[in-house]
């Protein structure tokens, strides 16, 4: 497969560039930081772009190069991101934080934009990943801006999903879990007057396991791109909790209802009728 990869300098984006080329998939990775070790050890089948995809001329030019080079591609994943302004809510730079949320769905919405006339294919559907968590599906206090933007990626996610039915191109997100990343060492390095004790005991929790949850995101990804998973579009998936290889055998229900998606819980979904109209 020809897949392009944001973020692919650090962290989850790294890992899953490094496990796609292992593969033997060709990957075009795009970041801010030099990924010259990577060209170095994959050098006929990685590419990599030093740009920084929050700004759409750049993230317009590198369509460009990668048209040049590639007719089209089969999949893309949306690594790229930062958690930008933490801390309480009422204490934060209204401008950090503003440019926290702005960013983050930039960094998400400018690719999609970009690159969707080079997924558009007649057999297989290309495959597309972008990543959400970070306090997209409860509340995460003193990560309020992180949270917002994870949260409008979901529903950009689902959007798109519904307008390109006819495109074959299916697009889903990934709720990682905690990962030792940067991100990572960076609120165990704020400490917990900043980031809230229970947002840095998880971290130091995680930091010291021996769990290996990075797997899981990587068996995810894989799948994703497969034609295992063709049919399931729109879906904000755990690669922790849920049990994703099942999927398949209940297409149908996937497909015709909300399970795996952001939605309102009603009352009379709880079994309670005080809140709704009858």
Request: glycine fraction near 6%; hydrophobic fraction near 40%; charge should be neutral.
């Given at each position: 497969m020809k897949i392009v990869i944001t973020g692919s300098s650090t962290g989850?984006?790294?890992a899953i560039a490094t496990d796609l080329l292992s593969l033997g998939h060709e990957v075009w990775g795009v970041a801010r930081r030099d990924q010259s070790d990577?060209?170095?050890?994959?050098?006929?089948?990685?590419?990599?772009?030093?740009?920084?995809?929050s700004d759409w001329n750049q993230v317009e030019q590198l369509q460009q190069e990668v048209k040049k080079r590639w007719v089209s591609i089969d999949?893309?994943?949306?690594?790229?991101?930062?958690?930008?302004?933490?801390?309480?809510?009422?204490?934060?730079?209204?401008?950090?934080w503003s440019d926290t949320v702005i960013k983050n769905i930039s960094m998400t919405f400018f690719p999609l934009r970009a690159f969707h006339s080079l997924l558009l294919r007649k057999n297989e559907p290309a495959k597309v990943i972008c990543f959400s968590g970070g306090g997209a599906t409860q509340p995460r206090p003193n990560f309020s801006a992180y949270a917002a933007a994870k949260a409008g990626?979901?529903?950009?996610?689902?959007?798109?999903?519904?307008?390109?039915?006819?495109?074959?191109?299916?697009?889903?997100?990934?709720?990682?879990?905690?990962?030792?990343?940067?991100?990572?060492?960076?609120?165990?390095a704020k400490g917990p007057d900043l980031v809230g004790a229970k947002e840095y005991e998880a971290a130091q929790k995680q930091k010291e396991s021996k769990e290996d949850a990075l797997s899981s995101v990587l068996t995810?990804?894989?799948?994703?791109?497969?034609?295992e998973s063709n049919g399931i579009t729109g879906k904000l998936i755990s690669a922790q909790w849920d049990q994703?290889?099942?999927?398949?055998?209940?297409?149908?229900?996937?497909?015709t209802t909300d399970l795996y998606t952001l939605?309102?819980?009603?009352g009379r979904e709880r079994g309670t009728t005080w809140g709704d109209k009858s």
């Open positions: 989850i984006g790294r990577l060209k170095k050890k994959y050098s006929s089948t990685f590419v990599a772009s030093q740009i920084d995809v999949g893309f994943i949306n690594c790229a991101g930062f958690q930008g302004e933490i801390g309480s809510f009422s204490k934060t730079d209204s401008q950090k990626i979901v529903r950009l996610v689902e959007t798109i999903a519904e307008e390109w039915k006819d495109d074959q191109i299916e697009i889903n997100a990934i709720a990682p879990g905690r990962i030792d990343t940067a991100m990572m060492d960076e609120i165990i995810l990804v894989r799948w994703l791109l497969s034609s994703w290889e099942k999927w398949p055998q209940h297409l149908s229900e996937l497909q939605r309102r819980i009603t």
